[in-house]
């Protein structure tokens, strides 16, 4: 069983320009997502797919490996499924599942990965997963940065969003809430397909690649954490982060 992931990363994030180099106790963010997500136990290969030669020769200085992508792709699934066409066509292999980690996320625990594959492994009628945790506060609630699930019976997604679904006007007592953490895990025959298909009408409008798998009728298993993670979508977030990592004993293994 082959496995590859890839993050991807670029310095044009219209919410914070050139955030995957921004500093988290003195290494780039970037670097705290590959370091810690290589430490995965399943995983055959990592790489950073990257457009920008400025991310590209930091991997490579930390000896990490990258994969240089076009400028062109707007959602990052696309740039994934290029990143992994190159690397299959470079070492003329191919792999089994293919897991995407948004280069956003610093924080990630290595269990996190494990996680999202095992059930593609285990179970042959789960061809995609996506990771979620539960929304603590009303903040996060509201916030569109932070994209909502919703799951059915099955925990499937049944839907992404920005916005703060399910509704709170009509239901007033509690309820569990649930927010998108930015891992994602294909079975590759399944990535194949969903890098031949068009951008769909929902992902253009909301901007979340899941989109594309719900509207064209294709279930994403829903794998629940525990782990305490954050994802940086704007400085403050990076402030946050800042803080909830000093006391991070993960970091003692790669700094």
Known sequence: MKIICIIPAR???SRFPGKPLAKIHGIPMIGH???????SELLTECYVATPDNEIFDYIESIGGKAVMT????????????????IIESEKKASFNIVVNVQGDLPMIF???????????????DVRTTTM???????DDFLDP????????LNSNVMLVTREPVPSRHKYKDDYTKYKHVAIRAYDRSLFSLIEKLPMSPMEKIEGIDDLRLIENGIKIRV????QITETVDTQDDLNKVIDMMKNDELMNRYI
């Not at 076009?70 to 066409?85: G, L, Q, T």
């Not at 979620?132 to 009303?138: G, H, I, N, P």
């Not at 940065?145 to 059915?152: A, Q």
């Open 110 to 124: 290595p269990e996190m990965v494990d996680e999202l594959i095992k059930p593609i492994i285990n179970d042959e």
């Open 33 to 39: 997502c590959y370091k810690r997500t290589n430490m």
């Open 11 to 13: 310095m044009a994030s």
């Open 145 to 152: 940065n932070r994209v909502k699930v919703v799951l059915d």
């Open 223 to 226: 794998v629940f954490t525990e």
């Open 132 to 138: 979620v945790d539960e929304v603590k506060t009303l």
């Open 70 to 85: 076009s400028h062109s792709h707007e959602m990052c699934n696309d740039r994934v499924a290029e990143a992994v066409n």
